[in-house]
């Protein structure tokens, strides 16, 4: 049986669904198909032992822009943003700071730093808002550029040069592709707060502080913050997943589980439709993959159809997942020393020094997994008792760096990361250990086998300098198109990249709308 | 693969035929080929010459790159390499191909044998391994450079099947242009193709390099009886040249080691546009070439004609005598045997046609003082020299 559509998308996460929405609001029927039972992709709900319950990947994330909010009647659906939280950079003898977007205290901080970290943040964010229009528009193609190209350009040229003011220009030039190693060596005394700072700009990706581009990792994250404070992603209720299925449905587009992708169907270099693993093939005008663009154009397209130095140059898209997930099912509240039960509710972060995370980095770099990693921490059942039994609590660690090419192989290797990673644990808070109850560990293998994350990446991808902007995922596919004609990448291995932003999807179908190509 | 530690002691490899030619050259005259020593004349040019066009001639071609290409996947891909479509080649057959890079830009030609199952020859002029191996990326293929285990030599000219059928290859009168088949000479094992690069009737001899010499001194054995020749590469271009043969290199810059911009070309614009096959599936270059198709020709390589005797060398080309100018030549030669001033010309189209009145501007030398001259050039569709007698199966034994 054959069924024909106007746009099939491949994947239900959130980019997917971004795309779906805003393709389906613009009269364009859409079918979505995604291979797990439920819709979400990285932050589709998650559950061990039945009754504890998680947001899969995603733990903690910014807000949806106003913009795509309003175009997509997220609000009305049920989105809000959740539980603003701060964050909590874990000092084991418990002088722990507390940094919220634009102030930090705590315990032996010195005076220098508690003025310097608002300046530092309203500078920074100064940088990100300057960089907008790069993120919120297609990227430029510098060859044969468009109107659009020409206006991006224009937009950002005037915020660097006008918006900025010559100073913070300068500034900014300066530090746009150095480390945030020596940026924030020059700013900060405080080596807890620079760990803090240093962790989030690297999470996710396979570098240290010292590594270049990490300024722009971070700005890249703080983009999310031009919506509001960090917030938890909870996980019964995984408003952003649920209001963008309610948003797709509504605007007639079809949401379709289990239904696994197996190829793409390729027909006189024109993407013709897809063809199922359970041998369905669903035919349409356009295909849009929200899968890693390696995945999509390695493995659902196939070398054999594309050019030679094309294939070639997907072949050698770096990125190897470098973070482990870990949640915990615990039977009672962990006690953190030095730490309130209300601050239980905020992000902790074990990254004491920026030297400490280079240090964790070294490992991963020989196929080790840290001795001393890098963790990223939320106990979501403080926000919301619906994840676990009455008194009971669930527990997700971000573990960094874990590496995907494990030296000698992941089987016998999971149990002892987890331990290690739980009596690591225990340093700061003693009584964890006793409230275990079960526990799940998801190494950058599992991720990919579960999440079809090539290699296990969150982003899809490094956010380096090499695959950002115009060479994202990689030149000749940056603008959303691809080579094959009628096939397009809507994820987050396309500008700008990851993080729960839509910020691919919504570009993507802005670009499929631009170019009439699904009509 | 054994690495000789010695080998920078000899600057040049030799050939297995080396000492053969060695005793025959005259001239002294070698040259560089893909790091081999050949002979660009081995005695006398016009002998060498006329050799091919008359009688036999015997040429070195172990320096062509030879790449072993098997594996599950080797017919796909080379289906995606090059740009015919060679869904007809099968074992025992051998054909021209060539191929692009993304852009649908010329790398490189050769010949493709199919010499069984999943296995297949490229012979190419160039070095290729590193574009075969970026275009192997996602196939189930096994590529292997043989040209220093595989000796090779072009018996070329009106008499190259009488000679090798006396001295000594059975089986030889079946072949067929552009056959390959696996014969023997007396008791040597001997792959033989029906191909070339003369324009002639003749063959290449593919062989182990130990049997290298016993199977040289089998074809000069019957020297008495016939005209047989060895030739180096000066007698080769002029005689490609009078097939119209395209040499990449030097006729075109290949595209990936083009840096300056538009100065690369397609296969349409070197005149190969008739193994462009658009309708065979997916190859590199496919979408750039579909695009070039459907626009007017920008350029062409064209086979033009030079009034008078005066060797055309690097001329310009001319819309009209004293007009705009319009191209260039790549190659030339006199040919001696149709009497014409022969040249291959990159000529820029206008408004997608071939500019009318075509005229070469000649710099010469008279006693070391420079001349120019005009002179008007007849554009040509076929190759120059095409015998009759390249074609007959079996082949005349004259």
Known sequence: MTERTDAIVIGAGHNGLVCAAYLARAGIKVVCLEAAEAAGGMSAPRAIGGKYHFSGLAHAAYPISRAMRRDLKLDQFGYAAGPAIDTVALDADGRHLIIGTNRVSGDG????????????????LAFTRALRPLFDNKPPRLKNMQVADTMTLGKLGWNVRLGLGRESMYEFLRVAAINIYDVLDELFADERLKGAIAADAVMGSAMGPRSPGTILTWLQ??????????????????QLVQAL??????????????????RILVDNGKASGVELSNGEVLNARIVVSNADARATLSTLVGAPLLDAMFANRVSQIRGSGVVAKLHLALSGMPKFTGLSEKQLGHRLLVAPSMKYIERAFNHCKYGEYSEQPVLDIVIPSMHNDALAPDGHHVMSVNIAYVPYDLEGGWENQKQPVA?????????????????????????????????RAVQGHWHHGELSIHQSFMMRPLHGAAQYDTPIEKLFLC????????????????????????????K | MKIDREHFRQSLQRTPFHDRFDEKS?????????????????????????????????????????????????????????????????????????????EGKLIDDGTLFQLGDNDYRLCVQHHQLDWLLISATGFDVHIELETHEVAALAVQGPTSYAVLAAAGIADLEGLKPFDAVA?????????????????????????????????????????????????????????????????????????E????????????????????????????????????????????????????????????????????????????????????????ADIEYRNGRLPTDLWARIEYQRELKWRSAWAACEVRSKPFYDPEHRRATPPARI
Not at chain 1, 225 to 230: I, K, V
């Open chain 1, 109 to 124: 901080l010195e005076e220098t730093d508690r003025e310097a970290y608002p300046e530092f943040k309203k500078q920074y």
């Open chain 1, 245 to 262: 299925v309610r948003s797709a449905e509504d605007a007639g587009a079809t949401i379709r589980h289990n239904a696994h992708v197996a």
């Open chain 1, 491 to 518: 994820g987050a291995g396309c500008h700008p990249g990851g993080g729960l932003t839509g910020l691919p999807g919504r570009n993507a179908a802005r670009r499929i709308l631009e170019l009439g190509a699904a």
């Open chain 2, 26 to 102: 005259t001239s002294e005259e070698w040259m560089v080929w893909n790091t081999y020593k050949v002979a660009r004349v081995v005695d006398k040019l016009s002998t060498e010459y006329f050799a091919v066009r008359s009688g036999c001639a015997v040429m070195d071609l172990t320096p062509m790159e030879k790449y072993r290409i098997t594996g599950k996947d080797a017919r796909a891909f080379l289906d995606r390499l090059v740009t015919r479509d060679i869904s007809r080649l099968r074992p025992g057959r051998v054909t021209y191909v060539v191929w692009c890079n993304d």
């Open chain 1, 419 to 451: 331990d290690k990673v739980i009596a690591q644990l225990g340093q700061y808070s003693p009584n964890l250990k006793s409230l275990l109850v079960e526990h799940e560990l998801l190494t950058p293998r599992d991720i990919e086998e579960q999440y």
């Open chain 2, 257 to 344: 080691a083009t840096v300056r911009n538009g100065y690369d070309r397609s296969p349409y614009e070197v005149g190969l546009g008739w193994i462009v096959h658009l309708d065979k599936g997916h190859f590199t270059g496919r979408k750039a070439l579909e695009k070039e198709h459907s626009r007017p020709p920008m350029r062409r390589m064209e086979k033009i004609v030079v009034d008078g005797n005066k060797p055309v060398g690097e001329a310009y080309i001319y819309d009209g005598k004293n007009g705009k100018r319009c191209g260039e030549v790549k190659c030339g030669t006199w040919s001696p045997i149709l009497k014409a001033n022969l040249a291959l």
């Open chain 1, 221 to 238: 994250r703080l983009q999310g913050e031009l919506n509001g404070p960090l917030s938890l992603q909870s996980g019964d209720r995984l």
């Open chain 2, 183 to 255: 014969l023997r000479l007396k008791d040597i094992p001997v792959l033989v193709s029906r191909t070339g690069y003369t324009g002639d009737l003749g063959y290449e001899l593919w062989m182990e390099p130990s049997h290298a010499l016993q199977v040289w001194d089998a074809i000069f054995g019957v020297q008495g009886q016939y005209d047989i020749h060895a030739m180096g590469l000066s007698a080769l271009e002029m005689v490609r040249i009078e097939a119209a043969f395209i040499m990449p290199g030097f006729d075109f810059n290949t595209a």
